[in-house]
């Protein structure tokens, strides 16, 4: 089985640092993705590890660890359009295991 | 600009009435996932299926969900009877598999709203 934990909410204004873990706790591991999904959209792909280590793109990066079961989703720099959720899916073969997100809200 | 087109984007339904939901997958995709994503349970994968064969439908309940692949242009998820509990989002998503180490990015349509009263 899978088991997925990141927070349920997180807060941070316009120009911050916001870090995002997940924790996981799988049956099988061949990489894990983040998703961002805004209110009543669907999910759209933000990065992907499969090796332990940064993976930076732009204002976000994510980070690895297989050995702990940890990832992060690091968004700099914020902006306001990015309030949404954000989604830690780590992958069993070609399943995803998604977790149930954390709502990040974005403050003037 | 290639997506992953759903329809329809909302249903509104009476119990027991039947619900057919389609996808159109991006072309050149050979895998497509049907989730469900409720406020209670998240996203669950309901159905997966690869070069249009079925692979993977344990998430589904038998005895009312069923999912096909027609041809590689289309994919449908049908319930039979509908319960209000079936109200939920409904995603259907693509990707192109090439092997364990790529990342086998899945795209997302924009969703079926299912509302069962």
């Known amino acids: 089985g899978q088991n997925i934990d990141q927070p349920t909410e997180m807060t941070a204004t316009e120009g911050a640092i916001v870090q995002i873990n997940c924790t996981y706790q799988t049956s099988g591991f061949n990489g894990l993705f983040w998703y961002q999904q805004h209110a009543g959209e669907a999910p759209t792909f933000l990065s992907y590890n499969v090796l332990d280590g940064l993976e930076e793109k732009g204002r976000f990066s994510s980070f690895l660890s297989r050995s702990k079961g940890y990832s992060y989703l690091l968004l700099k720099e914020l902006q306001m359009k990015d309030s949404a959720s954000y989604l830690c899916?780590?992958?069993?073969?070609?399943?995803?295991?998604f977790g149930a997100g954390t709502t990040v809200t974005v403050r003037a | 600009d290639a997506r992953v087109t759903q329809t329809p984007r909302d249903k509104v339904t009476e119990m027991g009435q039947e619900v057919t939901m389609r996808c159109q997958p991006i072309l050149g995709h050979n895998t497509v996932f049907w989730y469900r994503q409720t406020m209670m349970q998240g996203l669950e994968l309901l159905a997966y299926f690869r070069n249009r064969a079925p692979l993977d439908d344990s998430g589904m309940p038998k005895d009312r969900f069923s999912a096909e692949m027609p041809d590689a242009t289309l994919a449908t998820l049908k319930i039979q009877p509908s319960e209000p509990r079936d109200s939920a989002v409904y995603f259907c998503?693509?990707?192109?598999?090439?092997?364990?180490?790529?990342?086998?990015?899945?795209?997302f349509g924009p969703g079926t709203r299912l509302t069962v009263l």
């Open positions: 899916a780590p992958r069993n073969d070609y399943k995803l295991s």
């Open positions: 998503a693509s990707g192109l598999s090439l092997g364990a180490i790529s990342s086998n990015e899945q795209f």
